[in-house]
């Protein structure tokens, strides 16, 4: 590999750590040739991936410390590494969240625990919005819409229509979306990759607003409420806090989600904007439910009643029938609140109809969905 093809880049989430490597091309319009070649119309190169790029070391880093082959560690000094850091440790105190970063930051720094190229700045822990709007970009990418005449795991040929990205972590939970019919008046993020076209997006992320978080508040309010839809739901709702709407309601004239936050409508299917795209624990919870991948809210409705109208026996049943079962009885017994969770979310906090469809997956075009991938685009 020549210098700086590859990259490392590790996502630091609440639940976990996990390393994703890209290969890539040397950077977009960074020289004259590259700048000629955008005016040319010829497509411009981007990330792609690979499965020899997937497996797992264990520990993790200090594995490296292991590698007796001297050839393949000055290689690898030649590929950085970034880690961001993600909800998690956005909910941890200032100081805390600081020495937790000024740790990694030395140990990257060290040879012996860390081959990689690596750069002080490089170790940060990201907004929520940069988390939105990352997701987007993967998910935009890997359609191949992200800009017209580019090669990455799909190919964008004539117009470009994008769709909107959900995500939900274990922390917090993001949605972002190109809304062509109007201003944005707050959460604009502009996205814009070499020369091409440039996006207004809006994007927002719900901090406290995760699966897990949902979780842990739900226990604390009602843990008997865990098999039954209509209390789930009415849970859900009590956690969204769409009482602190009202403030938001007056002052941008009802264009609010929920917890008192500022969204603009929904766009509608056209030409420039298609649906939207939802992957982390939507497509966790939309296997578990066993829908197709692109359903509506009715479906994700029934399905959800279907499953927690089940007993305690039916529902192990159900599980062990499940090619995506629980792993344990006790997220076994949370799939029914998740499900009237997600529900809750998309209909009375986003603001989807009944009728919307949502697609939700881990892969697109064969390729993992991860904000990791967009924040090396963006």
């Known amino acids: 590999f020549s210098p700086v093809h590859l990259l490392t880049q590790i996502d630091a989430g609440s639940t976990g750590s996990r390393m994703h490597v890209y290969e890539f091309e040397p950077r977009i319009l960074a020289n004259k040739n590259e700048v000629e070649m955008a005016v040319r119309g010829e497509k411009l190169s981007f990330p792609g991936m690979d499965s020899r790029w997937t497996e797992r070391l264990r520990p993790g880093l200090s594995e490296f410390a292991e590698l007796e082959d001297e050839e393949e560690l000055e290689e690898f000094s030649s590929f950085p590494i970034f880690l961001k850091a993600t909800a998690g440790l956005r909910t941890l105190s200032t100081p805390k969240r600081q020495r937790l970063i000024s740790t990694v930051r030395k140990l990257f720094a060290n040879d012996t625990y860390c081959p990689f190229w690596d750069e002080e ?23 191949g819409n992200l800009m017209e005449n580019s090669e990455g795991a799909g190919e964008a040929h004539g117009a470009v229509q994008t769709q909107g990205a959900l995500d939900m972590g274990g922390a917090s939970t993001q949605i972002s979306f190109y809304q ?9 993020f502009k996205l814009q990759v070499g020369q091409g076209k440039h996006w207004n997006i809006y994007a927002h992320s719900h901090l406290m607003f995760g699966m897990n978080m949902a979780e842990e508040r739900r226990k604390a309010l009602n843990n008997k409420a865990a098999g039954d839809w209509d209390q789930c739901k009415t849970l859900a709702r009590d956690i969204l806090n769409e009482g602190a709407n009202a403030w938001c309601q007056f ?15 929904l766009p ?5 904007f298609g649906e939207f795209y939802a992957f982390s624990n939507y497509f966790r919870v939309w296997q578990f439910l066993q829908l197709k991948p692109r359903s509506s809210l009715v ?20 599980n062990n029938a499940n090619p995506d079962r629980a792993p344990d009885d006790e997220e076994l017994e949370s799939y029914c609140f998740r499900a009237a969770y997600v529900h809750s979310i998309l209909s009375h906090g986003y603001g989807f109809q009944p009728d919307d469809h949502i697609t939700a997956t881990d892969v697109i075009n064969g390729q993992k969905v991860t904000w990791a991938l967009g924040s090396i685009l963006y």
Not at 124 to 139: K, L, P, T
Not at 268 to 272: L, P, V
């Open 299 to 318: 479906e994700l409705e029934a399905r959800g009643r279907e499953v927690c109208s089940k007993s305690w026996e039916e529902l192990v049943k159900y």
């Open 268 to 272: 509608t299917q056209e030409a420039s």
């Open 121 to 143: 700045e490089r170790v940060r822990v990201i907004s929520g919005e940069e988390e939105a709007v990352y997701g987007y970009a993967a998910v935009n990418f890997l359609l």
């Open 251 to 265: 002052s941008h004239q009802g264009s609010c989600s929920f917890a008192g936050v500022y969204q603009p409508d």
């Open 180 to 188: 062509p019919q109007g201003d944005v008046m707050s959460g604009l």
